[in-house]
């Protein structure tokens, strides 16, 4: 096991390269999943990113010997809890920001409203689209 997912990977490597100064916004439950990856990289994560009661996003594969991927099974329900509410709850780092990176597993209504705010904020938006932001 160990800490994944795109979006947490390159927010965990920009803030490692520039000594901190990236912030994290994602959502992820208060259980043993969630305390090992807000554990990896103290401070990363913005507040109201940590959900009580739910389950951190899981993805596990199954890989035959060739390594080739058999089998892979996600669960994802928690992204639903990235909203533009908790997004509005940070405006003012997403204001401040240089780059948005979203990835593709938030729901459609939240990346329509953080796409918006990079065309009125004059940021450079990019869209990463992958299916691991999780623990794999």
Not at 14 to 29: P, S
Not at 63 to 72: A, R, V, W
Not at 102 to 124: A, E, R, W
Request: glycine share 12%.
């Amino acid at each position: 096991m160990c800490g994944g997912g795109v979006a947490r990977n390159m927010a965990e490597a920009l803030w490692r390269l520039r000594g901190g100064g990236v912030r994290l916004l994602t959502a992820i439950g208060d259980d043993s999943d969630g305390n090992y990856i807000s554990g990896i990289v103290p401070g990363l994560l913005l507040d109201g990113c940590i959900i009580e009661g739910a389950r951190t996003s899981i993805y596990s594969a199954l890989f035959d010997t060739k390594g080739e991927c058999l089998l892979g099974l996600g669960d994802m329900d928690i992204h639903n809890h990235i909203t533009s509410a908790l997004i509005d709850k940070h405006m003012e780092t997403i204001r401040k920001a240089p780059l948005i990176i979203i990835d593709g597993n938030i729901p459609q209504s939240t990346m329509n409203y953080v796409l918006q705010l990079c065309h009125t904020f004059q940021k450079p938006g990019k869209l990463q689209i992958k299916m691991l932001q999780y623990i794999y």
